[in-house]
């Protein structure tokens, strides 16, 4: 089976938008994730079992509202209550997540239902203030929000400050109709497309 | 446009919310014997408040949670959010 990006049929390699007098190294940066591992794991409500001692590739899962727990390979955002999302550079293997019983979380596999666009350069956050009502100031390294960007519900993960990067997440089909917003934001700057 | 203060996830933009209506409604219990009138009092009736109203909300773009939230419906303003199983004064 062929695998398709969500973005394979408009996301195209180059440099667009205002880039008179700019370097390279100003403009931003946009390029679409795919393959990564993505999981929900959700605690049920009627559950009472502790999340303390409770790790994937030992990072422990916490209820902190909007953290992120992260090392070189993988991320597990707070999505919600009692519900995180993993995302992985490598599969994530059926043992590592046995860690979640089944009769008090309920693990889903949601690889290949996000589209992702990472964007990465120091106007990132003036692109994302553009769609999306959340007060930025707010957001620091390694937290996460759900939020909508012109409308879209999206996930968006502050990966890196200086410079700034960004991981935006949506629907899979939601995927163009975000990539048109984002990369329109972006023109004013100038950006990248790798 | 509203700003509402999610007990979860802090202030957020009424963008991400829909609203869910009275939050003083009380379904009858379950499998209790409940007249016509008090069937039609629960799904159709309702008090349309001048002033400080209870309401139901939902972050449907955020953290998915139901929550309770004070408003004034003159105004708008927003007096106080709380958990949906908190009580609100």
């Known amino acids: 089976m062929t695998l398709l990006s969500p973005l394979s049929d408009i996301h195209e390699i180059g440099i667009y938008g205002n880039i008179e007098n700019k370097t390279e190294s100003n403009l931003l940066e946009i390029s679409e994730e795919t393959l990564k591992s993505i999981y929900q794991i959700t605690k049920f409500k009627n559950s009472d079992s502790s999340l303390t001692n409770l790790s994937i590739r030992d990072l422990q899962i916490s209820n902190n509202p909007m953290i992120v727990k992260s090392n070189l390979k993988t991320r597990i955002l707070w999505t919600g209550p009692n519900q995180w999302l993993i995302i992985s550079d490598d599969k994530i293997l059926e043992d590592e997540l046995k860690i979640f019983d ?5 693990v889903t596999d949601l690889s290949h239902t996000r589209a992702i666009i990472n964007i990465k350069g120091e106007n990132s956050l003036e692109v994302l203030k553009k769609g999306c009502p959340y007060n930025f100031n707010n957001l620091k390294k390694n937290m996460s929000i759900n939020s909508v960007y012109h409308s879209i519900a999206v996930t968006i993960d502050f990966i890196e ?3 700034y990067a960004m991981r935006i997440m949506c629907l899979r089909s939601f995927g163009e109709s975000l990539y048109h917003s984002i990369t329109d934001a972006c023109l004013e700057y100038g950006y990248k497309a790798i | 446009m509203l700003h509402i203060k999610c007990p979860y996830c802090g202030l957020r933009s009424q963008k991400e919310f829909s609203y869910g209506g009275d939050a003083n409604v009380k379904r009858p219990k379950l499998n209790a014997e409940v007249t016509d009138k008090e069937w039609d009092d629960f799904v159709y ?3 349309s408040p001048k002033g400080h109203h209870l ?8 953290c998915r949670q139901w929550i309770k939230v004070k408003r004034d419906t003159i105004t708008h303003e927003i007096y106080q959010t709380a958990k949906i199983e908190e009580q609100i004064s």
């Open chain 2, 55 to 62: 309401e139901l909300w939902h972050h449907t773009s955020g």
């Open chain 2, 45 to 47: 009736m309702r008090k």
């Open chain 1, 102 to 106: 089944s009769n008090n979380f309920a």
């Open chain 1, 161 to 163: 400050e200086n410079p």
